[in-house]
C-alpha cells in the first residue's frame, strides 16, 4: 500500500514574497516596454531633426543661374550627418516633374511628391533607411516651380541611440526594484512578526490555560485572534461544564451506590422471608430511582455536548410537544396519569435544535409526572412574542428553597429522598440559556407551570 505524499506547505511570508516579486516582475516588464518605446521615439525625434537641418541646409544652396537650378552641396548639411558616422547618406534633388538633378535616384512616395514635404520610410543600399523631403519654391522670371530635396539616412544610429536610452533606463529601474523587493521583504518580515507573537504565546502557554490572548495585532489579524479566543472560550466551556458533570456525576451517585450495596449485603444476610421480601423492594426503589438519576445525568451531558456543536435549524415548537406526548414513556413513568397535548393551529418556530428541545420537553415532562400531581397538560405556542414551550400539573410545585436551587450544583439529597430535586429543570435552564431564551417556573392557583421561553424565529431563516 502506498502512502500519501503530503507538500510541505508554502509559509504564508514565502506567498506573500512571490506575489510581491511578481508584481515587480510585471512592473519590470512593463517599463522595459515603455523605456523602449520611449528611447526609439527619442531617437527618432533626434535624427529626424538632423535629416530636416541637412535637407534644408540643402535647399538654402539651391541658386537659379540662366534659368537653370544649380545646386551647390553645403559643407554643413554633411556635418550634421555625420554625427552618425556609421550611417551611409542618400540624397537627391528634384526638379518639376520629378526630374532628377543631382544625388541618387531614390523613389518618393506619391503622396510626399505632391504635399512637397514629409517623412517617410524605404531602404537604401539594402538596408532600411530613413527620409525626408523638403520644398524649395521659385518663382522668378525664367525660373519658375518646386525643387524636391530629399535626405535619407540608414538607422544604426538610430538604433543604436534607442537600445542606449533603454539599457540606461532599466539599469535604473532595476536598481529601483532591488531597493523596492528588499524594502518589500522588510516589510513582509514585520507584517509577519505579529504571527510569530501569537505562535509564541500559544507555544508557551499552560495545556489548561484558556484564557483569551491579549497580543497586539493589527486588524487584518484581530479577525483571527478573536475567533481563536471564541474557540478557546466555547472549549473552556465544554471542559468546564465536563468537569462539572463528572464531579456531580460523582457526587450524585455515591450515596445511592453505597445504599444499594448495603440493602444487598443486609438482604444476603437476611434469614426472615419477610424481611428479605422488603429488603428487595427497598432495593428494586433504589435501582428504579438510580436509573431514573443516571438518564437525567446522560440527557445532560448530551445537551452540554450539542448546545455548542450542533447545527441550529428552524424548529416549530408545536412539533417537539407533539413528539415528547407521542414517545409514550409518561406510560412508564407514571402508569395511569392523565397527560393532554394543548397547542394551536398557528407554527411556534424557533431556531434551535431538535434533539436537545427534545430532551428538555422530556425532563420537564417527567419533573411533572413525578413531583406533580394530577392532570398534566404540554402546549407550545406564542406569547408576548416569544415562543413558549411549557408543562403544566395540578400541583403546587417546588417549594420556594428548591427554587432558588435550580440551575445550582449538588442541588439534590439523594441520601435522603432518593429522587432529583430539579435535575430536570437544571436540564431545561441550560437548553434554554444554550437557545437565548430564559426557564420560568410559574407557581399558581391553578398549579406549576415550568415554561421553556424562546425568541421566534421566522420561516426560512
Keep these: 500500500m502506498v502512502e500519501a505524499v ?14 510581491v516579486l511578481s508584481l515587480l516582475s510585471v512592473g519590470g516588464i512593463v517599463v522595459a516596454l515603455a523605456s523602449f518605446a520611449y528611447g526609439r521615439q527619442a531617437a527618432r525625434e533626434a535624427y529626424d531633426r538632423l535629416l530636416v537641418g541637412a535637407a534644408n541646409d540643402i535647399a538654402e544652396a539651391i ?6 537650378p544649380v545646386v551647390d552641396l553645403p559643407v554643413s548639411a554633411f556635418d550634421l550627418l555625420a554625427l552618425a558616422p556609421d550611417d551611409r547618406i542618400s540624397y537627391s534633388v528634384r526638379g518639376p516633374g520629378g526630374v532628377l538633378l543631382t544625388g541618387y535616384d531614390q523613389s518618393v512616395p506619391g503622396s510626399i511628391s505632391a504635399a512637397g514635404q ?22 522668378e522670371r525664367d525660373f ?56 509564541r504565546d500559544l507555544a508557551g502557554r499552560d495545556p489548561h490555560d484558556l484564557t483569551p490572548m491579549d497580543t497586539a495585532v493589527p486588524a487584518e489579524m484581530a479577525v483571527m485572534v478573536g475567533a481563536m479566543n471564541g474557540f ?6 465544554q471542559i468546564t461544564a465536563m468537569r462539572n458533570l463528572i464531579s456531580d456525576t460523582a457526587h450524585q451517585l455515591r450515596t445511592p451506590v453505597a445504599a444499594l450495596r448495603v440493602q444487598a449485603e443486609l438482604a444476603a444476610e437476611e434469614s426472615d422471608p419477610a424481611k428479605t421480601r422488603q429488603m428487595l423492594d427497598r432495593i428494586a426503589g433504589r435501582s428504579r430511582s438510580l436509573g431514573d438519576l443516571l438518564d437525567q445525568m446522560l440527557s445532560r451531558a448530551l445537551v452540554i455536548h450539542r448546545t455548542d456543536s450542533a447545527r441550529r435549524v428552524v424548529l416549530d415548537l408545536r412539533d417537539i410537544a407533539l413528539e415528547v406526548i407521542e414517545r409514550r414513556d409518561h406510560e412508564l413513568v407514571a402508569p395511569g396519569r392523565e397527560v393532554v397535548l394543548q397547542i394551536g393551529d398557528a407554527p411556534v418556530l424557533v431556531l434551535a435544535d431538535e434533539l436537545s428541545l427534545s430532551e428538555a420537553a422530556k425532563n420537564l415532562l417527567g419533573n411533572a409526572l413525578r413531583h406533580g400531581a394530577g392532570r398534566v397538560q404540554v402546549g407550545a405556542g406564542v406569547e408576548a412574542g416569544q415562543a413558549v414551550l411549557w408543562v403544566r400539573d395540578a400541583g403546587p410545585g417546588p417549594d420556594a428553597q428548591t427554587l432558588a436551587r435550580i440551575g445550582q450544583r449538588f442541588e439534590r439529597n439523594a441520601a435522603s429522598r432518593g429522587q432529583s430535586a430539579g435535575l430536570g429543570l437544571s436540564i431545561a435552564r441550560a437548553v434554554a440559556d444554550a437557545f437565548g431564551g430564559q426557564l420560568a417556573l410559574e407557581p399558581g392557583a391553578d398549579g406549576f407551570r415550568a415554561a421553556l421561553i424562546l425568541p421566534l424565529a421566522e420561516a426560512g431563516t
Design 6 to 19: 503530503h507538500a510541505t506547505p508554502r509559509s504564508l511570508r514565502l506567498r506573500v514574497a512571490m506575489g
Design 232 to 237: 478557546m472560550r466555547r472549549l473552556e466551556r
Design 118 to 139: 514629409g517623412f517617410f520610410d524605404s531602404t537604401f543600399g539594402g538596408e532600411r533607411a530613413r527620409f525626408v523631403t523638403v520644398p524649395r519654391r521659385f518663382a
Design 63 to 68: 541658386a537659379v543661374i540662366d534659368g537653370v
Design 144 to 199: 519658375s516651380g518646386t525643387l524636391l530635396v530629399t535626405v535619407g539616412q540608414t538607422l544604426n544610429a538610430r538604433n543604436a541611440m534607442a537600445l542606449g536610452l533603454t539599457r540606461d533606463a532599466l539599469v535604473v529601474a532595476g536598481l529601483a526594484g532591488l531597493a523596492l523587493l528588499g524594502f518589500a521583504f522588510w516589510v513582509i518580515d514585520r507584517a509577519m512578526r505579529p504571527l510569530s507573537d501569537i505562535a
